[in-house]
């Protein structure tokens, strides 16, 4: 069939096989390159990133396999397109990195389901250990990725769902933000969360799954006495805090933190039969703003990013995920000293790694808050990267990538 992008309000609908493919091949690419020559030592050598198909996970799933060889296993939920509809943009990632992992030799499983679930840890221990024995290696991951992005959670005690919203707190939000499709600026507004709604929210979005995965693995054995484990947050600047750091989203992101802590805190502790792992760690790396199939439909978001892209690419400080995360890997997790030492891995006051460095400098801030305050209808695509939002958004599900010729039959079935 002949696929073009379905954009309904901010989301798009469908998918394109061979763009998604091509992306993940480009950014296999760049990891190769940028990671050529690392030994890394202490690196990884067994990864399971939970979340693994798209933005930061996608792109943390690569750098560990294609920059430092580890073997990895990928657990995420996904659609499989049919011959008549596309799949989800992730279930066409994870086709082409199996396909290239396989290609290169590369042990690798990928799990599809419902990863707040008890059924799916279980599996994921079971994975662990046939992929290790694949490989030659011990039966334990050295690297956990928490890296969800879902709506909605199961909790697999009590079977209740829990549905997250993007809501402010305490007042209502109204605020600038734009389509990208054709440059519109308009008012969003967004009505307070109710109570229920904010402990929701935190149910789906906070730090207990990440907790629950820890623990589980721990009671099934396969997690390193060195293994290390990383969650990825975002704060962004004053300016969107109204409706992110300080709303619905800020407050799940603030129980991430504290799941951090708490999973430090059984790690010191011995945790269930570690036995007391000082080699192991936990943090939350907070990272750079990125367009994402969610981003898009965050209020001021999509208007601060664009603006935000025009300055950071202007001082040649523009990043996307694959850049992000070997910078995290490469620069943070495991530098020389941080290898072996999870001590001297680079972290703030609070203990978070941060690679939003470049995005919160204080010029790239000034610049970003007064092209937007400059910004109207007849200089938008001047003053902001409203093109540049755009292909990011369309690239994440496949369309506007150089090289595809999209008025080409394309089959939903395969890569």
């Known amino acids: 069939m002949i696929l073009k992008p379905m954009v309904r309000n901010n989301i798009c609908l469908n998918s394109h096989p061979g763009g998604c493919a091509k992306v993940v091949r480009g950014e296999i690419d760049y990891a190769r390159k940028a990671l050529a020559g690392e030994t890394g030592e202490g690196a990884p050598k067994l990864a399971l990133v939970i979340g693994c198909s798209t933005g930061y996970g996608l792109a943390s799933r690569i750098v560990s396999a294609f920059g430092y060889g580890a073997a990895t296993v990928g657990v995420s939920f996904e659609k499989a397109g049919s011959a008549t509809k596309t799949g989800t943009p992730g279930w066409y990632n994870n086709a082409a990195f199996g396909a290239e992992a396989s290609a290169a030799g590369i042990p690798h499983k990928t799990l599809d389901g419902d990863a707040f679930s008890d059924g799916m840890k279980a599996r994921a221990a079971e994975?662990?250990?046939?992929?290790?024995?694949?490989?030659?290696l011990p039966a334990q991951a050295d690297l956990v990725i928490y890296s969800l992005a879902s709506p909605v959670r199961t909790d697999p005690r009590d079977g209740t769902l829990y549905r997250s919203v993007i809501k402010p707190v305490?007042?209502?939000?109204?605020?600038?933000?734009?389509?990208?499709?054709?440059?519109?600026?308009?008012?969003?507004?967004?009505?307070p969360a109710a109570e229920e709604e904010i402990a929701a929210t935190i149910k789906v979005m906070g730090g207990e799954d990440w907790e629950l995965w820890i623990d589980a693995l721990d009671r099934e054995g396969v997690l390193s006495p060195k293994a290390r484990t990383v969650a990825y947050t975002y704060i962004g600047p004053e300016l969107s805090w109204a409706i992110y750091k300080n709303g619905t989203i800020g407050r799940a992101k603030e129980d991430l933190e504290r799941a951090g802590k708490a999973i430090n805190a059984k790690f010191r502790a011995g945790g269930s039969g570690s036995g007391g792992s000082p080699g192991r760690r936990a943090w939350v790396s907070v990272n750079k703003a990125l367009v994402t199939r969610a981003s898009a439909v965050i209020p001021i978001i999509p208007f601060y990013v664009s603006c935000l892209f025009k300055v950071m690419k202007e001082k040649g400080l523009h990043?996307?995920?694959?850049?992000q995360i070997v910078r995290l890997f490469k620069d943070r997790l495991y530098t020389a000293g941080a290898s072996t030492d999870p001590a001297k891995v680079p972290v703030d006051s609070e203990g978070r790694i941060r690679i939003d460095d470049l995005e919160m400098r204080e010029d790239v801030q000034k610049e970003t808050a007064e092209r937007m305050k400059k910004a109207g209808e007849t200089n938008i695509f001047e003053v902001s990267d409203i093109a540049g939002f755009k292909h990011d958004f369309l690239e994440a599900h496949g369309f506007d990538v150089p090289g595809i010729n999209y008025d080409e039959d394309a089959d939903p079935l395969t890569i």
């Open 127 to 136: 994975a662990i250990r046939e992929t290790a024995a694949e490989a030659g």
């Open 170 to 191: 305490g007042g209502a939000y109204s605020g600038t933000t734009v389509d990208m499709l054709t440059g519109k600026l308009f008012e969003a507004r967004a009505e």
């Open 319 to 323: 990043e996307g995920c694959i850049e």
